[in-house]
């Protein structure tokens, strides 16, 4: 159906792609025709005085219109797990909640609803792409559900189907066989949600095995590839040295690699070579302590992700505001190391929104996403600028950044048609209502899987991960006075 939408009277943040940067408009007027962006106008570019006679006119007066924000890194079918791991650490994690511990707890409905809860929280924070390593292909029911969910949000969703050796008979054919299958779906034709790969065997499959993916990935044109790296005492080292050695990193696939913690000299010249992309996750590299001492020395070539939802929020705005405030904090420490004071901020809140919009759609070498221009995807946020938190404004990238919150995002349209109107939520792809059908269905399976992992031990944390890096002992903090 031709769709036809007109915001009036607000504040757009639009891209200028001469300069590179944001453009502010306001007032102004946006006009979107389908899935796309038709026309931007300001006092000196008027609204053409004819427009389609459907045409649906909304208010925006005190409202700023942002992108949609990217989110270039997460996993969307553990949703279930949320405030259930609130304090766990990354060994934890890959023992108890990664995709080889989840494996038999989880079933193809768990999957589905798991991952289309999950993508209503990005709907509701106005994530409008989002880059899901999807490793729960543990057989094709999983793996097929996964894929459901994200075609039945309506969100802009790259699912990557995980290539993974895993201790039953979906063997490596099978999975490349189940994985043309998904990636040749009809659904996707007509859908935001498209196919990937994601793979993180690289130093630890068979060569062999590694080519038949990099055929696959290069040879059926996937449009992204993901992996996970993180180096030095976590072992899993899938960076740019490691994929340029399988002749992954130059080809014309987008290669995003998420964390990518302790970068060399010689991965990041590498990134720039190449073109490819690092997925920084703040408050997971935080929270896990992964860390990412170095990828402010790389931001031209990095965007920014979330990881695992469950443990904090799918939000960009609250990933961007973290690494903002991180970043600036760690180039102050390098002046007062020296006893010496810095004389002028170290990174730009304009920096900080252009990572969670316009460098997602880069990574993944889309530039009619994360942007606000004639001709990219209608993929749209309207804050409210009039809440109490934001009233007042003067810079809509600050009030956005610095002073926003969920309950700011109004309207959150996605290839041109609406996912969140007026703050609320509207049906999925295929009719089911998010109050009456998504959630009593989410909640069902969610208190199976939590009550079967209420009654599993924790998993004992000794000896070297995965054999090689020494566990060392960590000073607890404690806020009580120790009698």
Known sequence: MSTSILFQDATIIAFDVESKGFKIVSPGSLWVKDDRIAGIYDESTPVPSELPADTEKVCAKGKIISPGFVDTHRHGWQTAFRTIAGNTTLPQYFFRYGQYAAMGSFNAEDVYIGQLAGLYECINAGVTTTLDHAHHTWDEETSKAGLDGSIDSGVRVFWCFTFQTIPNDFSHERQLACADNLR??????????????????????????????????????VPVLTTHSLGGPWVIDNGPVVLDKHGMLQTDVPVVISHASFTTPEDIELLRKSNQYVSITPESEMHYGHDNEHSHE??????????????????????????????????????????????????????????????????????????????????????????????????????????????????????????????????????????????????????????????????????????????????????????
Not at 207 to 214: F, G, R, Y
Not at 450 to 462: D, G, M, S, T, V
Request: charged share 25%; with cysteine; glycine share 8%.
């Open 184 to 221: 040749t779906d009809a659904r996707l034709a007509t859908s935001p949600t498209e196919f990937g790969v994601s793979f993180d065997g690289w130093n630890m499959s068979p060569a062999e095995q590694v080519k038949t993916i990099v055929d696959f990935t290069v040879g059926k044109k």
């Open 298 to 483: 790389i931001m031209d070539q990095c965007a920014l992700g979330v990881d695992t939802h469950f443990t904090f929020s799918t939000d960009m705005v609250t990933q961007a505001r973290i690494w903002l405030q991180a970043t600036r904090r760690d180039l102050y420490r390098t002046k007062l190391a020296n006893n010496t004071i810095g004389d002028t901020n170290p990174f730009d809140v304009e920096q900080a929104f252009y990572l969670a919009t316009v460098a997602g759609g880069l990574a993944l070498r889309r530039d009619d996403l994360g942007v606000i221009r004639v001709g990219a995807k209608a993929d749209l946020v309207v804050f409210d600028g009039d809440s109490p938190n934001m009233l007042g404004f003067v810079d809509p990238l600050a009030a956005i950044l610095l002073h926003s919150n969920v309950g700011d995002v109004r309207h959150v349209l996605v290839d041109g048609k609406w996912r969140k109107k007026d703050g609320e939520l509207l049906p999925s792809v295929n009719g089911d209502s998010w109050k009456e059908t998504i959630q009593p269905r989410f909640l069902a399976s969610a208190k199976e899987i939590q009550k079967k992992y209420a009654e599993r031990p924790l998993p004992k944390i000794e000896g070297k991960l995965f054999e090689v890096a020494d566990y060392a002992i960590l000073n607890k903090v404690n806020v009580k006075r120790l009698q």
